[in-house]
């Protein structure tokens, strides 16, 4: 087959050049309003709802395909969300089929592939939903052919999601392109070229689109590339545009300025474009351009919350019946299931080997055990379909935040539907829908306390002892737990504050290095690890936004006692003053078994425990302690007992008061967990408490102490844990 030349190097009559230019202008001021009926994947609405949309199929044939078109965006967005619906219920009557005849489409010159037999030993779940259509358009050149091809993306099954999982499942190595996208666009492409052939449909002389939404997207976003690679379409004739894409591909040919007649949209908190992840050794991206929607973090925070939010809601709240729920923290969750990925799966291969993509399908297999019971699960009142195993969950974030649970599951759905992108796309014009401002994160060590503030004194996020306190945080600000380690979010628009503290005797090391990401979440630069020294003594301050966005250190100041006295308090960053339940277990060397609890704050608590002898007697201790940081996790232990002793003699049983101190040194590895080693003094007085003291009370002992004629100390050492 002749190889198409592209049109920017082909030279073009003036004359034509005027036909398009006038059919641009005409088409911008004459467009027609269409009304779509929309019903899409997260509606459970019966009839569907009418939405506006202002069109004109005469800008395909003006618009360069490498220029960002809004309102060929728009249409894509529209029939993206309507091919959620099921045809295959209704083939003759359902939202699609209305959608496609509103736009001058022929039932008759329309071909659908909804009827999926996901057991077909062929093809399994390597599948999609799409359509076809054609019809006669009026260009400068004549009668051509304005050819459409919609793919539906993953509906509420299991099926299709394996296929999202299938990066390689065949060679379990790494690959270039996503194995289970490639297979559905192969399975496409070849049905899509025997659809053109069956209808005498140029290749070279029609005009196309192509569209779709997450994993239509992603299919879509591949076979634009395809098309173009095999030269059976010149790119000045295709439009494709997709919204949520994951990505599809490790070939740095990606980049190529020849794909540019892809265009991606993405909503930056959205998960799913991320991935398979664009980070270390995983380096997967999508081809063409793409262009990131506004969110709270990326462009004017006020004009978002009060105009952007305010205006997209008008179109979700007719489509969901409730209003948009962002998660306002820009890419940071993107971000890092992306460093969780990649940190514990090296490389596909590493991922394959310990059989994540095995557990993740059985996963999938339970949750989507088919789609007609999915799709009847989702319509069910939330607290009649949430698992048990969340329900406490749900309690216990409800009574700190009010209806918060609702609003993350609602964020987590909202951030990727398809509704979300076409209320964007209708809410917003082009110059002000898309943003590029790029965020930071402080990734910081240590068991250290700190404190995320606003210029106005509000706290936004804090740590104590190296532990989020999850119901601390709102945005803008985010922290991410990691095992030693947490992530301090922030966005470049707005100035926040951060203040570092370590209630410790010695100065205790914390480590840090500053990330800077892209508007999309990529990594752009880290800067070398660095180390702070708090203490008791010294607090650091610092500014983050605008200044870590190209940072390479930290611009802090050292503040006064007095200073970082204020601050503590006022943000509750003090340690010795959190309540606290530590059950505790342990055992000394001289064979006496401990189990109780303590609970207090570190400054003063009580500890109840109880004593089993390897003698067989029995006692109680209770007592009062205080706490002290001396570096990091490294913590020291006072306290006093009363040990009550119940000795079986010979005779009887006697009772004995024995007054103790004990001493521990302990260690947190873990962030609530710690282990102790501990001396005893326990104080023996003659003729009072002799029986406790007695070889039929304890096994062994390591030596005395003489305090005076009727007093001595016998210590003893022992281990434990508290949790």
Not at 260 to 265: P, T
Not at 657 to 678: D, N, Q, T, W
């Amino acid at each position: 087959m002749a190889i198409i030349k592209n049109m920017s190097n082909t030279k073009i009559p003036r004359t034509y050049i005027f036909i398009l230019l006038f059919l641009t202008v005409f088409s911008a001021l004459y467009a027609r309003t269409v009304t779509f009926p929309v019903n899409g994947l997260m509606m459970s609405v019966k009839e569907p709802v009418p939405v506006d949309l202002e069109w004109d199929e005469n800008i395909l044939v003006a618009a360069n395909p490498k220029v960002y078109n809004h309102q060929i965006a728009r249409l894509s967005a529209m029939l993206s969300t309507i091919s959620y619906v099921h045809v295959e219920e209704n083939p003759d009557s359902n939202e699609m089929l209305k959608s496609y005849e509103i736009l001058g489409f022929k039932k008759s010159d329309i071909y659908w592939n909804y009827n999926l037999d996901y057991n077909n030993h062929i093809d399994k779940n390597d599948q999609a939903a799409y359509s076809f259509a054609f019809k006669d358009i009026q260009t400068p050149a004549g009668i051509k052919k304005l050819v459409f091809l919609i793919i539906r993306g993953t509906p509420l099954s299991a099926n299709e999601w394996h296929s999202n999982l299938n990066i390689s499942n065949s060679s379990k190595e790494n690959v270039m392109i996503h194995e289970g996208f490639l297979s559905t666009c192969e399975i496409i492409k070849a049905d899509f070229y025997r659809f053109l052939k069956e209808n005498s449909i140029s290749k070279e002389d029609s005009y196309f689109l192509i569209t779709g939404h997450s994993r239509g997207a992603a299919i879509a976003n591949l076979l634009g590339a395809i098309l173009y690679d095999e030269q059976e379409i010149t790119s000045s004739k295709i439009f494709v545009y997709t919204f949520a894409s994951p990505n599809v591909s490790q070939d740095m040919r990606t980049f190529d300025e020849k794909y540019n007649f892809i265009w991606n949209i993405v909503n930056a908190e959205d998960a799913v474009p991320s991935v398979p992840p664009n980070r270390g050794n995983w380096q997967w991206k999508k081809f063409g351009q793409t262009r990131y929607i506004v969110n709270y973090w990326n462009c004017d925070a006020q004009k978002y919350i009060s105009d952007y939010l305010p205006r997209m809601n008008e179109y979700y709240k007719k489509l969901l019946f409730r209003e948009y729920a962002p998660f306002k923290t820009g890419p940071f969750l993107p971000i890092q299931a992306s460093r969780v990925l990649t940190g514990v799966f090296n490389d596909i291969e590493h991922y394959y080997g310990l059989g994540l993509h095995f557990m993740a399908g059985v996963g999938l297999d339970f949750a989507f055990p088919n789609e007609k019971k999915a799709r009847k699960d989702y319509n069910e009142p939330e607290e009649k379909k949430l698992p048990l195993i969340l329900r406490p969950f749900r309690y216990k974030i409800n009574k700190n935040y009010d209806n918060g649970f609702e609003y993350i599951i609602n964020a987590a759905v909202d951030m990727h539907a398809c509704e979300s992108y076409l209320s964007w796309l209708l809410a917003l014009n082009e110059d002000e829908i898309f943003a590029s401002l790029g965020s930071s994160e402080i990734v910081i060590g240590g068991a250290i306390d700190c404190a995320i503030y606003d210029n106005e004194g509000k706290l936004l996020a804090k740590v104590i002892n190296g532990v989020v306190d999850p119901y601390s945080m709102s945005p803008p600000a985010f922290i991410m737990p990691l095992p030693y380690h947490n992530v301090l979010g922030f966005p470049a628009n707005q100035e926040l504050n951060v203040i570092i503290h370590k209630d410790s005797l010695v100065r205790t090391g914390a480590s840090y290095k500053i990330e800077q990401y892209d508007v999309s979440g990529k990594l752009l630069s880290t800067s070398e690890k660095s180390k702070l020294k708090p203490s008791s003594s010294r607090s650091y301050k610092f500014e983050v936004g605008p200044k870590t966005l190209e940072a390479t250190s930290l611009d802090y100041e050292e503040l006064t006692r007095k200073e970082a006295k204020s601050l503590v308090k006022k943000y509750g960053l003090n340690e010795n003053f959190k309540f606290m339940i530590e059950p505790e277990i342990s055992l000394s060397f001289d064979k006496i078994l401990n189990g109780g609890f303590r609970i207090g704050a570190p400054v003063f608590y009580g500890t109840v425990l109880g004593e089993i002898h390897s003698t067989k007697s029995y006692g109680l201790a209770t007592g009062i302690g205080h706490q002290h940081i001396i570096y990091g996790r490294v913590l020291f232990d006072t306290e006093i007992f009363a040990r009550y002793v119940w000795t079986k003699t010979a005779s009887q049983k006697e009772f004995d008061i024995v007054p103790e101190a004990r001493l521990s040194l302990s260690y947190k590895p873990l962030r609530r967990g710690h282990y102790f080693m501990a001396v005893t003094f326990d104080m023996h007085i003659d003729d009072y408490n002799d029986t406790a003291f007695s070889s039929t009370a304890r096994s062994s002992h390591f030596g005395t102490i003489r305090l005076n004629d009727k007093a001595e100390l016998q210590p003893a050492i022992s281990i434990g844990a508290r949790y």
